[in-house]
């Protein structure tokens, strides 16, 4: 996997777009994509998915399930705080009646259509997709944790590439890629 820091990305060059920037053109090019393949999936903010986990209260925490969408190796780099694979989340789907899942990956495309796909199948599942994913979490400093350790860390696979020009500018965030062949 390539590897970089947000920190050393400022170093080398002009910044040609702010954070503030960057995190429009993202949301932009989610709800693009919601418009296309998913219109009309309720939908949470990192704003708002931030304000459950870290409320003062536990049962106002517990009340959610976030699904990580993402592949293997994206999840291998770090997870959101206590997130169940997508696998997990469908093969016991009955054990989730009582909480809300919230679905993430990258930008909130792969979460999407699993979010419709659940809707779809009239469980009475309550699911809200997570607007941004895990790179506008990163806007948000939402935390992130080592998917073995639970330990909080500041590290993110950016999903490819093509979403390096989403990613926020600021802290000591380590961005991790695939390595190309």
């Known amino acids: ?7 050393a990305g400022q170093q080398g060059g002009v910044c040609e777009m702010t954070d503030e920037e960057k995190r429009e053109r993202l949301l932009r090019t989610y709800r693009a994509l919601c418009e296309e ?6 939908e949470i903010s990192s704003e708002e998915l931030l304000q459950i986990l870290t409320h003062p209260c536990a ?9 990580d969408c993402r592949s293997e190796a994206e999840q291998s780099v770090s997870i959101f705080p206590g997130a169940v694979t997508m696998i997990e989340a469908e093969q016991n789907l009955e054990k989730y009646k009582q909480v809300e899942l919230i679905p993430y ?7 999407g259509f699993f979010t419709k796909k659940i809707l779809e199948r009239n469980l009475g599942i309550k699911i809200r997709n997570h607007v941004g994913g895990i790179l506008d979490w990163s806007h948000v400093k939402g935390p992130l944790v080592d998917p073995n350790t639970q330990q909080e860390i500041q590290r993110v696979h950016a999903g490819g ?6 990613l926020p500018s600021f802290g000591n965030l380590e961005i991790l890629l695939p390595q190309e062949s």
């Open 1 to 7: 996997m390539a590897v970089m820091s947000t920190e």
């Open 37 to 42: 393949n998913f219109k009309g999936v309720p």
């Open 59 to 67: 049962d106002v925490r517990a009340s959610v399930v976030l699904v």
């Open 105 to 111: 990956c990258a930008i909130g495309r792969r979460s």
């Open 161 to 166: 590439a093509y979403h390096l020009k989403h």
